[in-house]
């Protein structure tokens, strides 16, 4: 455009040209899901589906009061829903607390617009503290730009005519005006946001055992089901004298004529519905919905139930510098007089008070009088001075910081100082002096001269030869709870890596002083120019600086292939892909919009020392889940190997009612209890292997207990009620025993919630035999009943103790720079090893556990081995230091392990 053009902007009729070319600035953030999408995504999963056409069975039956699992089925999914949409309100919220405006010149005048109402070759006017709304170039002007949230670099960058300026980016100082070159999907922030809108798989591991459960269920339900159906439909075709040809055309004679099979059909349904852990489900939503709110106090939005339990399990935290570890603000690090010609070192002028140097009268007096467009030095300058008693002199001329200049200066009574960058302010002889000193202070902060001249000219230069009488250092604000949180990071042993877009030097600085480990070696990404120097940098550094947003996605990817469970922290759109990729991502709520909507964790206060809250959540709801799911998928294994035994002995001895009784007493209630307790213990093993090892034993007693309880109906002719009862009771017994076993060590509260579970299964049976279909059983068939309780829990309890015994294979990871070295202790002996894949370590497992049982004699030579193999992987360990043992304790929250402390380096 010509300069006339630059005034006048453009006219009405251009604007609607480019209106109607679609050359306009639409709005191409990341949008939350909407309220529809939110429900359908909770209605349409698997588990609903199972439950919905099992309902419509017990419909077709007619026998409505079976219809009580339907409200485990609502309560789940309300709560997944009700939590979706409390996350889209907040995050909605925190959107608009941005500004949306923008000033523009059109037909000569300045106008305010909507950022969707910006079209392309608008003029815009940008000044101090403005958003960029579009990607465009200076025409008129000069401004300090801010890209952090776009590069991560907290240094400013001075724009000036020819200048591109980047959507997202924010105006530091200065004033300026600029054309419009790209619009909508075309900005640089629309392109990074595009490429973060794929859908991200949660990984967590409780999701994945669910989701596996139901799977496994839902597969094997159907011929299990088909095929208990038909043998049920057999043994009422035999009872009525086996009309027709066969027991199938039967029933579907039976079911032309409106009469429906009712007792097959709620036997199969009620196998059927054992086989779905349908409370352990909404055990696992309700458990991690009280989470939430929990951390919601603690001003920690969770957006996804489950990214709190992955961030339990987070064995490498990539952590980005501004914004996280920082603040984003500019603080100063300390000044450092110079001896004044004339005078020692810290004397000052006869004009200067006594008290107060030279150099600490110029930083503050400099500062103040040019406060009116103060920059984040300045600021920096301006808080550190505001409890510091320094007298403040009238200044009788002010020269503000030029960026073509680099510095900025004031005359005083007292004297004329400048103040600015060593190599702009002082002559080639003054630097000399202090090169040395100014690289050694460079080494971790910006260093800024303060000298002494003669005056100042009209046109704003110095007079005479600055004379330096000091520095001063200004650094990025840490927060003021940064180490602390890296430090409790450090004691649970995960591995912190800085990724950063400011200067390597700077980061690893920064890094060192909030504790990070290995802080001292780092890279700078710029010369990670090939994806494989990329993936060899991650085993060998913690701090990377340079690195541009697709290096930090590639960073975490390469991560996530060494098999770790990676976390990323940021707040800008250079951090959203990086965020996507993540198993679990943080974001600041003073961040972009971008990074907030895609990240899991929004910090609302802002506060990277809210993180250890989420941490705690987490694994009080693992730890607590382990305990309970262990309830109910013993119904789950128990029912599948019920069905599977009736398939041959026919009828299935529950109904739909009955497992509603068990439900309740012996699984629901004590699973809630205990899956609220409080519980910090760390997080080990598999979730689903440590579930197992605790329901294998009762569904085991309870299959056994139904086989012996249907081998005594059918030789002493008992009815399908007695048969039914006797299997009820059975079953509970052996339910009761394994809640007995999860409870120890004893609480107060557990000693209540077991009695109300054992007068809750009496009252039920004794109180409402109709309702539960509870036959009344004579003498005989109650001691027969009550030898087979004490057969069924004697099974139990050896069966557990069985399992304790199977100790899980130890490891020590000598994880230094990223790749782990496994060292098992089998009882055949010591081995190291890589992680490996996930199948050549589940055969591993298995290998390991038959090792265990076959070689017990050996297992104390196989932990002095391996322990002698840990000390050589470890060569940082110092000589002389004996190896410590865990030790390993009973709590109220189950197991407490105390590990050795380590010796801080």
């Given at each position: 455009?010509?300069?006339m053009?630059i ?5 009405t009729?251009?604007v609607?040209?480019?209106i ?5 600035n639409?709005?191409?953030?990341l949008?939350?899901k909407?309220v ?12 609903n589906?199972?439950n ?6 017990v419909?077709?039956t007619?026998s ?7 409200f485990?089925?609502f309560?789940?999914t309300a709560?997944g829903?009700?939590q979706?949409?409390r996350?889209?309100?907040?995050v ?7 500004s ?13 617009l ?16 403005d ?12 401004a ?5 949230l776009?590069?991560?670099?907290s240094?400013?960058i001075?724009k000036?005519p ?5 959507s997202?980016?924010?105006?530091d100082?200065?004033?300026?005006r600029?054309r419009?070159?790209?619009?909508g999907?075309d ?10 809108k ?18 496994f269920a ?5 011929p299990?089901?088909?095929a ?19 027991a ?8 032309l004529a409106?009469?429906?099979?009712s007792?097959?059909l ?9 086989m ?15 989470a939430?709110?929990r ?9 996804q ?9 987070v ?17 100063v ?9 004339g005078?020692g ?6 004009a200067?008070?006594?008290d107060t140097t ?8 400099v500062?103040?009088?040019?406060s009116?467009?103060a920059?984040?030095?300045?600021q920096?300058?301006?808080?550190y001075?505001?409890?510091r008693?320094?007298?403040?002199s ?7 910081f030029?960026s073509?200049?680099?510095w900025?200066?004031?005359s005083?009574?007292q ?11 002082l002559?080639e002889r003054a630097?000399s ?16 001269v ?14 005479g ?10 650094r990025d604000?840490i ?11 450090n004691e ?8 950063s877009?400011d200067?390597?030097?700077?980061v690893?600085s ?9 802080a ?9 120019d090939?994806p ?12 990377f ?16 292939r060494?098999?770790?469970t990676?976390?990323?922290?940021g707040d800008?759109?250079n951090?959203?892909?990086a ?14 919009d ?8 929004v910090l609302v206060?802002?506060d ?17 889940l ?14 599948m ?5 009736c ?6 001895p529950?109904e739909?009612?009955?497992m509603?009784?068990?439900?309740f007493f012996c699984?629901?209630a004590?699973?809630f ?7 910090n ?5 598999s ?10 034993p ?10 012996l309880?249907?081998?005594v109906?059918r030789v002493f ?14 079953s509970?017994?052996a ?15 557990r ?8 007068a ?9 035999p ?11 068939q109650?001691?027969?009943l009550?030898v087979?309780v ?5 099974v ?6 069985m399992m ?6 130890r490891r ?17 002996g010591?081995?190291?090893s890589?992680t490996?894949s996930t199948?050549?370590?589940f055969?591993?497992?298995v290998a390991?556990d038959m ?10 030579e196989?932990?002095?081995?391996a ?5 050589q ?8 230091s004996?190896?410590?043992?865990s ?10 392990v ?8």
């Amino acid at each position: 455009m010509a300069a006339m053009d630059i005034e006048r902007g453009l006219s009405t009729a251009e604007v609607e040209e480019r209106i109607a070319a679609g050359k306009i600035n639409r709005n191409m953030e990341l949008k939350t899901k909407s309220v529809k999408e939110l429900i359908i995504e909770n209605l349409c999963a698997l588990f609903n589906l199972i439950n919905v056409i099992l309902a419509f069975l017990v419909i077709l039956t007619g026998s409505f009061k079976n219809l009580t699992f339907l409200f485990v089925v609502f309560l789940n999914t309300a709560i997944g829903v009700i939590q979706s949409m409390r996350s889209k309100k907040m995050v909605d919220k925190l959107t608009l607390l941005t500004s949306k405006k923008a000033i523009a010149v059109r037909d000569g005048a300045e106008v305010e617009l909507d950022l969707d109402q910006i079209v392309l070759d608008d003029i815009i006017r940008l000044g101090r503290g403005d958003q960029i709304p579009a990607d465009a170039v200076v025409v008129s002007g000069e401004a300090l730009v801010n890209e952090s949230l776009l590069t991560g670099e907290s240094d400013l960058i001075k724009k000036q005519p020819g200048s591109e300026l980047m959507s997202g980016s924010f105006i530091d100082s200065g004033l300026l005006r600029a054309r419009v070159i790209h619009v909508g999907a075309d900005n640089y922030v629309a392109k990074i946001n595009n490429e973060a809108k794929y859908v991200k798989k949660v990984n967590s591991e409780i999701m994945n055992a669910l989701n596996a459960i139901v799977r496994f269920a839902s597969i094997i339900m159907i011929p299990l089901g088909l095929a208990l159906f038909s043998s049920s439909v057999s043994e009422l075709w035999d009872a009525a004298g086996t009309p027709g040809d066969s027991a199938l055309s039967w029933c579907f004679s039976e079911l032309l004529a409106g009469r429906v099979p009712s007792s097959a059909l709620l036997s199969t349904v009620g196998a059927l519905l054992g086989m779905i852990p349908q409370g352990l489900v909404l055990l696992t939503s309700s458990v991690l919905a009280i989470a939430t709110v929990r951390l919601a106090r603690r001003k920690v939005l969770a957006q996804q139930l489950y990214c709190i339990e992955t961030l339990a399990r987070v064995d490498v935290l990539c952590l980005d510098k501004t914004g996280t570890i920082t603040s984003g603000r500019m603080e100063v690090e300390g000044t450092y007089p110079l001896p004044v010609e004339g005078m020692g070192a810290g004397e000052s002028d006869a004009a200067v008070p006594v008290d107060t140097t030279v150099l600490d009268f110029a930083l503050a007096n400099v500062a103040r009088a040019t406060s009116a467009d103060a920059n984040e030095t300045c600021q920096a300058l301006l808080n550190y001075y505001a409890d510091r008693p320094v007298e403040v002199s009238e200044p009788l001329s002010v020269i503000p910081f030029s960026s073509s200049k680099k510095w900025s200066g004031a005359s005083f009574a007292q004297g004329s100082y400048v103040m600015g960058a060593a190599q702009f302010v002082l002559s080639e002889r003054a630097f000399s002096q202090v090169e040395n000193r100014v690289a050694e202070l460079a080494d971790t902060c910006r260093v800024l001269v303060v000298a002494r001249v003669d005056g100042f000219t009209p046109d704003g230069d110095m007079v005479g030869e600055a004379e330096p009488v000091g520095f001063v250092t200004i650094r990025d604000e840490i927060r003021t709870s940064a180490a602390e949180t890296i430090g409790y990071f450090n004691e649970q042993g995960v591995t912190l890596n800085v990724i950063s877009g400011d200067d390597p030097r700077t980061v690893s600085s920064i890094a060192r002083v909030v504790g990070v480990p290995g802080a001292d070696a780092y890279v700078d990404a710029t010369t990670l120019d090939t994806p494989a120097k990329l993936d060899a940098a991650v085993d060998r550094y913690h701090v990377f600086g340079r690195v541009t947003p697709q290096q930090k996605r590639e960073l975490v990817q390469a991560l996530k292939r060494r098999e770790h469970t990676v976390a990323m922290t940021g707040d800008g759109v250079n951090d959203v892909l990086a965020l996507k990729e993540a198993d679990c991502s943080v974001a600041m709520a003073a961040g972009s919009d971008a990074a907030r909507n895609v990240a899991e964790i929004v910090l609302v206060d802002n506060d990277f020392a809210s993180m250890p809250a989420v941490v705690a959540e987490g694994r009080r709801s693992i730890n607590n889940l382990q305990r309970s799911a262990s309830l109910f998928l013993t119904k789950t294994l128990f029912s599948m190997g019920l069905a599977a035994l009736c398939i041959a002995l026919p009828p299935y001895p529950f109904e739909p009612i009955q497992m509603t009784l068990i439900n309740f007493f012996c699984i629901g209630a004590p699973g809630f209890v205990l899956g609220l307790e409080p519980n910090n213990a760390r997080v080990k093993g598999s979730f689903l292997t440590n579930v197992l090892k605790r329901a294998l034993p009762a569904s085991i007693a309870v299959i056994m207990a139904a086989a012996l309880d249907i081998f005594v109906a059918r030789v002493f002719g008992f009815s399908q009620l007695t048969l039914s009862t006797m299997c009820l009771l059975t079953s509970c017994a052996a339910s009761v025993s394994l809640i007995w076993r999860i409870s120890q060590p004893l609480t107060p509260l557990r000693v209540v919630l077991f009695v109300f579970v054992v007068a809750g299964i009496l009252v039920g049976v004794i109180g409402f035999p109709k309702l539960l279909s509870i036959a009344n059983l004579s003498m005989g068939q109650m001691v027969i009943l009550a030898v087979i309780v004490v057969i069924t829990c004697s099974v139990f309890f050896k069966l557990a103790t069985m399992m304790d015994s199977l100790k899980p294979r130890r490891r020590h990871a000598a994880t230094g720079f990223g790749r782990g070295v496994r060292v098992r202790l089998g009882r055949g002996g010591g081995k190291v090893s890589s992680t490996g894949s996930t199948a050549e370590r589940f055969a591993k497992r298995v290998a390991a556990d038959m090792a265990q049982r076959r070689e017990s004699r050996t297992v104390r030579e196989a932990e002095a081995r391996a322990l002698e193999g840990v000390a050589q992987a470890q060569p940082k360990k110092k000589k002389g230091s004996g190896a410590k043992r865990s030790r390993v304790t009973k709590s109220a929250q189950g197991i407490k392990v105390s590990m050795p402390s380590k010796k801080k380096k």
